[in-house]
């Protein structure tokens, strides 16, 4: 099996891509409103396909302003611009390491500058030790989920220098 990992700005999405990106995320089922809307939001888009179909996506995305306050760090809200997010990848695919080679490669293209990400800090542990691994540090409390209840968590990486 081969696996592809192509990245994408939302000018060179073709509509076939941005249909991809939209399916996966509605998959993910973790994101409220028209997912097709969301390509819009990002800097960059990553798409991972094997031989047969797409199996995971991620993205360099518009943060979402309201995770800060949410972690009682408003104040650090100015210091950011642009959120990892939107990772997700299929269970039949899941552990093999997908996830971050697309965590890799978005913020290798990103180049150096501060980010954020927020996610289920004790129902996803992978994805926690995954943020981690590439140098995000949680700050602030936790907050419960609109979406699913899940307890979720703040992570920042500070000035990075890939």
Same mark, same amino acid.
């Given at each position: 099996m081969t696996v592809?990992?192509? /990245?994408h700005t939302p000018e060179t999405? +073709? %509509?076939?891509?941005? =249909?991809?990106?939209?399916?996966?995320?509605?998959? %993910?089922?973790?994101?409220?409103? $028209?997912?097709? !809307?969301?390509? +819009?939001?990002? %800097? /960059? /888009?990553?798409?991972?396909?094997t031989d047969?179909?797409?199996?995971?996506?991620g993205a360099?995305?518009?943060?979402?302003?309201? +995770?800060?306050?949410l972690a009682g760090l408003p104040a650090l809200e100015e210091?950011? !611009?642009w959120e990892l997010g939107y990772?997700?990848?299929q269970p039949t695919h899941q552990g093999q390491g997908i996830a =971050?080679?697309?965590?890799?490669?978005?913020?290798?293209?990103?180049?150096p500058g501060n980010l954020m990400a927020s996610t289920e800090i004790s129902a996803n542990p992978a994805m926690?030790? /995954?943020?981690? $691994?590439?140098?995000?540090?949680?700050?602030?409390?936790a907050w419960k989920s609109a979406i699913h209840g899940n307890d979720l968590g703040l992570f920042l990486r500070m000035n990075d220098r890939p």
């Open positions: 592809t990992c192509v /990245l999405l +073709d %509509q076939a891509g941005r =249909a991809v990106f939209a399916a996966l995320l509605r998959e %993910q089922g973790k994101v409220r409103g $028209n997912t097709a !809307d969301k390509v +819009d939001r990002c %800097q /960059l /888009l990553c798409i991972v396909n047969a179909a797409p199996i995971a996506i360099i995305k518009r943060k979402t302003v309201a +995770d800060f306050w210091a950011f !611009d990772l997700y990848t =971050a080679t697309v965590v890799r490669e978005l913020l290798t293209a990103y180049g926690v030790r /995954l943020l981690e $691994n590439h140098r995000f540090s949680r700050v602030g409390r």
